[in-house]
């Protein structure tokens, strides 16, 4: 009787386990290793003679539009040209105001204060919309260019920011609002349905549900100008090594499945993961999309816009899109702290160049560290085809512009 009874024990916790690994998911079965690398490029503080290192295509020329302002985040033109400004670490949103076409801001007003984590903007149709980690909210645009204070709330709980808290939104050509929900860690299957997507909200209801999943945090994403396609920039995996995973350029479309976290790039399997659950990676994988267009690892895209047609755009630039490098703190070697101009060609891209250059300096030869005085973070387009970049690590925000 009592080799009975440890018998059924032995299996009852057999069975259990099976039961817990179906659920969890089994080990990889290939030991794997990384290299994880902490190298932040040395911070230099922003001085006016700065801005004649950097650099622009030939044709353009860069100058300061304003500085001293903390930590600017996305940028939005207003109806009258106004750029606003969000700052998260500030709790606020900035309008600047260029009085006399200089391209220059000379007044600035704090339109509201106190949204604690404000990221994502928008407007339509004569409301500001604004989003942090778990809240949507909306406000009435005046004439002015201020907000009426009484602002509605009309989503509040949208998953906790965990790491990726910076939310973005944008209406598409459809009417509806689409918000990108970064993951809540770096590399774990994610608990929360609602992580690692970009959300579709009604905006007759608020309802929300999942366009896309297995994006691990696309921060910069739009539609293209000619084709209608909504296109984003996902950020890749950390702790996996100096050249791997690449960031991604994907072609985002409703029920798609991007990878993320068993795989990268054009369906590159992530063999640190464990298995899905009642499923391997390899099998899983066949129903995701791959990415259409990659760049180097933890360049770490943030703001993403294409070029529309406008007045002082060029037409070989019309339908090409800008993306902000903020740059990397987990590579030997110091990338991104750029803007570059991806080149689409009948609606897909066909390669990239550089559009603002020179932020990333040699540092001091005894620490064989490199240096950096800006952080391209946010991004948009003037109707007169004036370019702004923010820089949230010094304050500054840039206007380029076409001079001939």
């Given amino acids: ?39 932040y490029a040395q911070h230099l503080d922003f001085l006016p003679f700065m801005v004649k290192m950097l650099k622009v295509p030939d044709g353009w020329e860069v100058n300061v539009a304003a500085y001293g302002l903390g930590k600017p985040r996305m940028l939005y033109m207003g109806p009258n040209n106004e750029l606003y400004v969000t700052r998260r670490d500030g709790t606020d949103v900035l309008m600047l105001k260029d009085m006399n076409g200089d391209n220059q801001f000379e007044n600035l007003t704090t339109v509201l204060y106190d949204f604690k984590g404000v990221h994502g903007i928008t407007i339509k149709d004569g409301w500001m919309y604004l989003c942090n980690n778990n809240e949507l909210r909306r406000y009435q645009l005046k004439q002015d260019g201020t907000l ?31 918000i990108s929900v970064g ?38 994403f739009d539609w293209h100008p000619l084709t209608g396609q909504l296109w984003g920039v996902d950020n890749g995996g950390d702790a996996k090594g100096n050249k791997w995973p690449p960031e991604e350029l994907n072609h985002i479309v409703k029920g798609g499945v991007y990878g993320y976290p068993f795989a990268y790039g054009k369906k590159e399997i992530d063999r640190s993961r464990e298995d899905p659950a009642g499923n391997t990676k390899e099998e899983w994988v066949k129903n995701t999309q791959p990415s259409v267009y990659e760049f180097p690892a933890h360049m770490a895209p943030i703001g993403f816009r294409f070029f529309k047609t406008s007045i002082n755009v060029p037409l070989d630039h019309v339908d090409d899109a800008l993306v902000c490098w903020h740059g990397s703190w987990n590579r030997s070697k110091p990338v991104g702290f750029k803007v570059q101009r991806i080149k689409f060609e009948n609606g ?25 005085f800006g952080r391209p973070a946010g991004i948009t387009v003037s109707n007169t ?12 925000i840039y206007a380029i512009r076409k001079t001939k």
């Fill in 148 to 178: 009426n204070n009484d602002g509605e709330i009309l989503i509040n709980d949208m998953p906790s920011g965990g790491q990726h808290p910076n939310r973005t939104m944008e209406f598409g050509p459809d009417g509806m609002l689409y």
């Fill in 183 to 220: 993951s809540l860690c770096n590399d774990c299957k994610e608990s929360d349905k609602e992580a690692a997507t970009i959300l579709q909200v009604d905006p007759k209801t608020w309802k929300r549900t999942l366009y896309a999943s297995g994006l691990r945090n696309t921060i910069g």
């Fill in 1 to 39: 009787m009592k080799v009975t009874l440890q018998l059924l024990l032995s299996y009852f916790l057999l069975w259990g386990n099976t039961i817990a690994f179906a659920q969890r998911g089994l080990p990889p079965k290939e030991k794997t290793s990384t290299r994880h690398v902490t190298k």
């Fill in 348 to 372: 897909q891209p066909i390669g990239e160049e550089d559009f603002l250059t020179g932020f990333l300096k040699p540092g001091f030869p005894l620490m064989k560290r490199k240096a950096r």
């Fill in 385 to 396: 085809g004036v370019v702004y970049v923010s820089d949230d690590a010094n304050g500054v």
